[in-house]
């Protein structure tokens, strides 16, 4: 931001911007005009067209408590990584993602939780804390156990110099094995 001679927003802002920013996007998606006299953002009988078809989801990587229940709020997805959300630390960011949602109005249901993973297979099983590392059914256990802590689903990205092969070895030994576990 200070880089182009802007500002940077304070964290209070930048997570009411957000908000807005969601909701302004969603009014404008779906009504007509849309007015939100934000703080922030602030619109006045904007109108938009053509209207989406059908609802776009929001999906939001979100981590500190009150874009948590950003999350809860508002969102259709919630996509943490690894590298700032370890999975000792996904449990009551995914409740505080929860409880938002309920004190909404919301099921939790309604929000897709998806990791997005760093995978290394065949690296050493002492891999870095922010990729999953090891031999495909080190890997697969470790993906079971994100999936017991409430993930829906994840994105993977392949770690490591030779990424194509890394691709191949996830799409052929470790989501079929997690599939089947699952």
């Not at 080190?138 to 079971?144: I, R």
Request: proline share 11%; glycine share 12%.
């Amino acid at each position: 931001m200070r880089a182009f001679g802007l500002g940077a927003p304070s964290p209070r802002d930048k997570v009411d911007g957000l908000e807005e920013a969601i909701r302004i996007v969603r009014g404008l998606w779906t009504e007509p005009r849309f007015t939100l006299p934000g703080r922030l953002y602030r619109t006045e009988n904007a109108p938009l067209e053509p209207k989406p078809e059908h609802r776009i989801p929001i999906w939001l990587g979100t981590y500190g408590p009150r874009a948590l229940e950003v999350t809860g709020r508002l969102a259709d997805g919630w996509i943490p990584s690894i590298g700032f959300a370890p999975p000792g630390e996904i449990p009551p960011m995914r409740d505080r993602v929860f409880e938002a949602a309920r004190a909404a109005g919301r099921a939790p249901s309604e929000i897709t939780c998806v990791y997005n993973v760093q995978i290394r297979v065949g690296g050493r099983a002492d891999g870095p804390p922010d990729a999953v590392t090891g031999s495909a059914d080190q890997v697969a256990d470790e993906l079971l156990g994100f999936v017991r802590l409430g993930f829906d689903g994840f994105n993977f990205t392949p770690a490591g110099p030779e990424r194509a092969e890394q691709a191949e070895l996830i799409a052929s030994e470790i989501i079929p094995g997690v599939r089947g576990a699952v």
